[in-house]
């Protein structure tokens, strides 16, 4: 991260302190919204030292609404929840949401509108749009373009579109570098019009996943992930287990949760479809002429959705093209799980086009000269357009370019003129969730820029430069609800949706034979590409920067990528056996080739990678983000073009001779020789005993320690394996809450990251496709804390809840816990890492202390929330009740995977955890009694794959020569 005093020039220093004497009046002066809120359950919005209020809202994610809750502090949101009655969060969230809040007060947002390079007001703005507009009225809007992202608010759709028809002469275009244009292209194929599809996982016995990841990548991922993990709980019943079958050309949260799982080029998928298509009967076409399946596979495949017809989930990427998702949709008809797992509504977007071909029509009416004026409202089509459409160079043929947008970023630098938006916390709107539930948004802060919303923008192409953005919002529902519009309205926004809101599914009728046509003619292509001896490029949002818009958020930039652990870069990932015939080795700088395009980056060996693939990462290289996300990383949009938007056959690799460090978080976390993470088949798990796969409460009696002190409450913590999907927002969730600072990529690759909950990844199995494997390591609270023994000063120390509690103000430094403790989960500040920036401490959390440079700092189990609540039932004379603490991991976490409560509870959810024989302790050989203990993984493997899988997952050391890319603890 950026520090900010020594290294800047004169120059620089000048530049800082004018932007922070700028931002010092507006960060200080912050204030809630002058409208009136609702704030969520009942009670006064009225702001309370010391006490939090939560307003429902809805965040946009990829445009589809996710419902929340914003916690604000003295009128500043420090904090997002989800909100449990919205159904694509019930509850949880997931990394980008959590960092929102961080978004929000970014002092590199835009501040001012601009002129060119000059600032201006407003009015000024205003007065420059007065004569074009009268000439568009004059032309019925001819020459008029509006460029958005992709869009689901009913009311900003309604005002479009009653903006065109007063410019009829006028077109809306939509672009965002991640759509659905496959997938609502498939639809179209399979059954005439552009449905989207809902998967019923909690209902599904058998999925089979082709190069999807709806654990991490799709609309409603969130909820997905929580259905799913209901079928995968430890404890889970047989009757409701559920088998997960993986095809994919890179590694994905959905591939490391699968019981089998395959490594394929995304070229190859529709290959293996059409295979397991004829397999099934589902298809009169031909099979392929090569095999995709392992021929092991396809009796247990074919077996598994047979006996589980009407519950099985077939389902696929949107990076595969249109013929895969019809084929997907033939073979769940087959199967009968449509109306059962899997439901078609009709599609949430408010315009579901083809979005790369509106941008090419834009683009093309941009050269011809048929645009006067473009407005673009929160795109960034610069930076994320296709290479060879050269929207930027397209952009200088239009005589008026305006940009709307949190940033003045790659598009607002080519545009006259750039209006600062406001944030979606400091927005009223409403929002479309995955399935099509409607929720109202309200915002938390007045705009901190005066920024405006998509629909001001809007309205002031209409000639409405009065009216607000919540009257504006206001006016569409009050037409729809004009009978019962107050009650309606402050429901809504108290509950943070609208009820009944989504669209009941249709039946559509599938057209079989358009689709065999429509394969059929794709078959020699796939057929060419599958037998063919290139290599295939593949390009995937990021995990931490989406398509880019994420880069200056220094949280998302530290939060390490599951799979790979990088932060703060991207990387080609390939596998250990294309590096080795290439003669690669991780940090080499490879030349990517495609075409005309070269593009110079990082290489990383990934176990689990096909041969011939390589993947990069969208949302680096990005030139105008801010302080935090310029430079990092390589541009993958430079290679990316419209022929070949996702998947890149043919590309060349060559090596550059030099070498780039990339900042990995997981290199020093080495526990070799120790039983970390455990993993039982079903059958394993049933036969469990507590003395072979658990560990009992105390092992051995005998102890050096001191009995702790044990209180009226015993706090502690469960991790169940099985649920964990490795996604990493308990870790940014606990940044978020306990105001835990970044600290850049140089520390990172010194191995000094701050993080206070960490998710390791181990592999198990051969390098070449291992299982991966899952594990989040907060502060074990030991009961023998090694910690506590050794602090000269005792600032760290047991309390009689049995946390350990690390009291500031006595550090002085010595290190000595962290260096006796085997979890390695202390954080030590060698630096200043918290820079006093204007703007960015009103998002601290005022609950939790700001540490200084030189103490040690850990988790310590939220104990801010404990000592609420025990307030709280100490006011009304009880204990508190089981479930009333609930954790910031605990929160956020989509599968519930995490559980917190009290020890002397019999019947509390923890303890009901810990009785089980799959309970088991961290290095119990060191009778150190952690309260945080965890229950061991349980897959459930086709009994017809056992010796297959056996024979393939058998530990063993690499080839001679080869890179070892297993982490240190599996060396």
Not at 136 to 152: C, D, P, Q, Y
Not at 322 to 337: G, K, T
Not at 788 to 810: F, K, L, M, T, W
Request: aromatic share 6%; with cysteine; hydrophobic share 40%.
């Amino acid at each position: 991260m950026p520090r900010f005093g020594a290294g800047y020039n004169r120059r620089d220093f000048m530049k800082l302190m004018g932007a922070s004497l700028a931002l010092a009046g507006t960060a200080g002066c912050s204030h809630g919204p002058l409208d009136k809120l609702v704030p969520y359950r009942n009670g006064p919005a009225e702001q309370t030292y010391g006490k939090p209020v939560f307003y429902a809202s809805a965040l946009p994610r990829d445009g589809y609404g996710v419902g929340v809750l914003v916690e604000t502090n003295m009128g500043r949101p420090t904090k997002i929840e989800g909100n449990p009655q919205h159904p694509a969060s019930l509850g949880a969230t997931d990394v980008f949401l959590q960092a929102s809040v961080l978004e929000l007060w970014d002092p590199d947002r835009s501040q001012t509108v601009r002129r060119g390079k000059s600032i201006a007001t407003w009015n000024d703005f205003l007065g420059t749009l007065q004569s074009p507009l009268a000439d568009l009225a004059a032309r019925g809007g001819a020459g008029l373009r509006i460029l958005t992202e992709t869009i689901t608010s009913p009311s900003l759709a309604a005002q479009i579109h009653s903006l065109l028809e007063r410019y009829p002469a006028a077109k809306w275009h939509q672009w965002q570098p991640i759509n659905h244009d496959n997938l609502h292209a498939g639809a179209t194929l399979a059954y005439g019009e552009p449905l989207d599809t809902i998967y019923r996982f909690d209902r599904a016995r058998v999925v089979v996943a082709f190069d999807g990841d709806f654990l991490d990548d799709a609309p409603g991922f969130v909820r997905y992930a929580l259905d799913f993990s209901t079928t995968r709980e430890a404890h889970a019943a047989p009757e409701r287990r559920s088998r997960l079958y993986a095809l994919e050309c890179t590694p994905t949260l959905t591939g490391a949760a699968a019981d089998h799982r395959w490594p394929l080029r995304a070229s190859d998928m529709i290959v293996a479809l059409r295979e397991l298509a004829a397999a099934l009967g589902a298809t009169t076409a031909d099979s392929a002429t090569t095999s995709a399946i392992p021929a092991q596979w396809m009796p247990s495949l074919v077996a598994d959705l047979q006996a589980n017809a009407s519950a099985s989930i077939v389902t696929a990427g949107r990076r595969q093209p249109p013929e895969v998702h019809a084929l997907v949709h033939v073979l769940n008809a087959h199967l009968r799980n449509v109306g059962n797992t899997v439901l078609h509504i009709p599609p949430v977007v408010a315009q579901p086009k083809d979005q790369q071909a509106s941008l090419r029509s834009l683009v093309d009416d941009m050269r011809q000269g048929h645009v006067q004026i473009i407005v673009i409202v929160g795109a960034n089509p610069v930076y994320t357009a296709p290479v060879d459409l050269e929207f930027a160079r397209a952009l200088e043929q239009v005589p008026l370019k305006v940009h709307s947008g949190l940033y003045v970023d790659e598009t607002a630098l080519r545009c006259d003129w750039h209006v600062p938006a406001a944030h979606p916390l400091e927005s009223f709107g409403d929002l479309r969730a995955f399935d099509g539930t409607l929720a109202l948004a309200q915002p938390g802060i007045a705009p901190l820029y005066d920024g405006k919303s998509a629909h001001e923008i809007v309205a002031t192409l209409a000639g409405d430069a009065a009216s607000g953005n919540r009257e504006l919002v206001e006016a569409y529902w009050r037409s729809a609800h004009a009978t019962d519009f107050a009650s309606f309205h402050e429901t809504s926004l108290r509950e943070g949706v609208i009820r009944e809101s989504a669209p009941a599914s249709v039946t559509p009728q599938l057209r079989r034979e358009a689709v065999e046509r429509a394969v059929s003619s794709h078959n020699a292509q796939s057929d060419a590409a599958a037998a063919a001896d290139d290599i295939e490029l593949v390009f995937v949002p990021d995990a931490r920067t989406g398509d880019g818009r994420h880069a200056n958020n220094a949280w998302l930039q530290e939060l390490p990528k599951p799979l790979t652990q990088l932060t703060w870069d991207n990387a080609a990932l390939l596998s250990p056996a294309l590096a080795k015939r290439l003669g690669i080795a991780s940090e080499d700088v490879i030349e990517i080739g495609t075409g005309d395009e070269r593009l110079d980056v990082a290489a990383w060996i990934v176990p689990g990678i096909p041969d011939r693939s390589v993947t990069l990462a969208l949302g680096y290289g990005r030139t105008a983000a801010g302080r935090i996300g310029n430079g990092r990383g390589v541009d993958a949009y430079r290679i990316r073009a419209s022929d070949a938007p996702w998947i890149r056959n043919g590309i060349t690799i060559a090596r550059t001779g030099r070498t780039y460090a990339l900042a990995c978080a997981q290199t020093h976390h080495s526990i070799d020789g120790r039983d970390i993470v455990r993993t039982y088949t079903v059958s394993e798990a049933q036969a469990c005993k507590p003395d072979v796969c658990g560990t009992p409460r105390y092992r051995d009696e005998r102890t050096l320690y001191e009995t702790p002190p044990m209180g009226p409450y015993a706090w502690a913590m469960s991790v169940d394996l099985s649920s964990c999907i490795g996604c990493g927002a308990c870790t940014i969730a606990c940044q978020a809450e306990n105001n835990i600072p970044t600290v850049g990529a140089d520390e990172v690759r010194n191995g000094r990251e701050m993080h206070w909950i960490r998710v390791d990844r181990y592999y198990e199995g051969v390098v070449d496709d291992p299982r991966t494997l899952f594990q989040p390591v907060p502060c074990m609270q030991c009961e023998h804390a090694p910690c506590e023994v050794v602090c000269p000063v005792e600032a760290s120390v047991h309390d009689a809840q049995g946390i350990n509690v690390q009291v500031y103000n006595r550090c002085v430094g010595t290190r000595f816990c962290s260096n006796n403790c085997p979890y390695k989960v202390r954080r030590f500040n060698f630096l200043r890492y918290v820079d006093d920036v204007p703007g960015l401490d009103a998002q601290r959390n005022p609950e939790v202390t700001v540490r200084m440079r030189g103490v040690m700092e850990k988790c310590n189990y939220c104990l801010q929330r404990i000592q609420n609540a025990k307030i709280g039932a100490d006011i009304e004379g009880r204990r508190v009740r089981d479930g009333e603490v609930v954790t910031a991991c605990q929160a956020v976490c989509p599968t519930r995977a995490i559980v917190f409560g009290d020890l002397n509870d019999p019947q509390s959810a923890v303890n009901r955890r810990k009785n089980s024989p799959l309970d088991y302790a961290l290095l119990a050989e060191l009778n150190t009694r952690p309260r945080t203990t965890y229950l061991g993984r349980v897959t459930n493997p086709s009994p017809m794959l056992a010796s297959f899988e056996a024979s393939r997952h058998a530990p063993e050391p690499p080839p001679a020569g080869a890179v070892d890319t297993r982490p240190p603890s599996n060396r």
